[in-house]
């Protein structure tokens, strides 16, 4: 009985080596044959992973540049509301709220067809953020029962914006120059001289950085022209025959009160005239005359022929 037990465990150990052995001879085949391809993974990861890395710095510099872009953004709409009023008010809130301002305010009347009847037209000039103008945008159209015109303009500055910088630079750089040979200068001559240029960079500088500010202002704050105005009456023609016979009548009548209008105001005008200018110069005239006819009397008449 011991014998087998111990010929059992013997072909336990025998099979469980075995196995071992096989289980090595795997784990040995797998760690060192596929080692190129393990190697060639690796590389092709790395590969990968400097291509998406390369992507992502590219789109990231792309988005920095986007950024830093000066453009010079405006806007002009001509706009038709139901009441103009309460529009300029609607619009001088959103601006606010947005960040911005109202530069100008400006309404006047309108006259129309009808001498009774006037139309508001207000004009509003805005200044808000570059990054709140599509909303300002949208907003403004909202406010509007139509929209007459609209026109959306852009200028991109940014080269323009780079060279001032550079420009500027580089005249601080020569008024540096200057400097230094303004302490070396031993004559007055000289010193006079490099002061003069000196004074010449130095307005170069403030005018170039003046041109920077503006750009710097105008692309963060877009202006946009807003025109407000109540809708335009559309006129129906109603013509006809018995329209114009009524019209005709109604000309006729008004060109007969207009005769008679003038002929009142030509009599009410000429009575002062004929009292103050025609009746003193007539009785005048007349007085004239018979002083004339009594210092003249007129002559006897000669005795008739063959009266010797």
């Known amino acids: 009985m011991k014998s ?9 150990l025998s ?13 040995v085949a797998t760690t060192s044959a596929p080692a190129s391809q393990v190697a060639e993974r690796q590389q092709e990861a790395l590969n990968k992973f400097d291509q998406v890395s390369l992507k992502q710095a590219d789109q990231s510099q792309s988005m920095v540049e986007a950024m830093n872009r000066k453009i010079l953004r405006n806007a002009d709409f001509q706009l038709e509301v139901s009441d103009p009023t309460v529009a300029q008010r609607q619009i001088t809130s959103m601006a606010e709220s947005l960040g911005g301002f109202v ?17 508001l037209d207000i004009s509003l000039v805005l200044r808000i953020p ?5 909303s300002a945008v949208e907003q403004i159209r909202a406010t509007a029962s139509r929209v007459i015109d609209d026109k959306i303009t852009g200028q991109d ?11 500027i630079k580089t005249q601080k750089a020569l008024e ?17 001289e490099v002061q003069r240029q000196i004074a010449e960079v130095r307005s170069e500088i403030e005018k170039l950085e003046g041109r920077k500010r503006f750009l710097e202002n105008r692309a963060s704050l877009s202006t946009i022209t807003v025109g407000l105005q109540t809708p335009t009456a559309i006129a129906v023609n109603t013509s006809g025959f018995g329209r114009e016979i009524k019209e005709a009548v109604s000309d006729s009548f008004r060109t007969v009160g207009e005769i008679v209008l003038f002929l009142v105001r030509f009599v009410i005008v000429m009575i002062p005239i004929l009292i103050l200018v025609i009746l003193p110069g007539g009785l005048l005239a007349r007085y004239i005359f018979r002083r004339a006819q009594r210092w003249n009397p007129t002559p006897e008449l000669e005795s008739t022929p063959g009266s010797d």
């Open 4 to 12: 087998l037990q111990a010929f059992l465990i013997l072909i336990l």
């Open 15 to 27: 099979f469980s080596g075995c196995f071992s052995a096989q289980k090595a001879q795997r784990s």
């Open 103 to 119: 530069v100008t305010s400006e309404s006047k009347q309108r006259d129309v067809g009808d001498r009774t009847k006037q139309q």
């Open 130 to 134: 570059a990054l709140q103008f599509n």
């Open 157 to 167: 500055v940014t080269e323009e914006f780079i060279d001032l910088e550079a420009r």
């Open 176 to 192: 540096l120059q200057f400097l230094e040979i303004m302490k070396q200068a031993n004559k007055v001559a000289d010193a006079l």
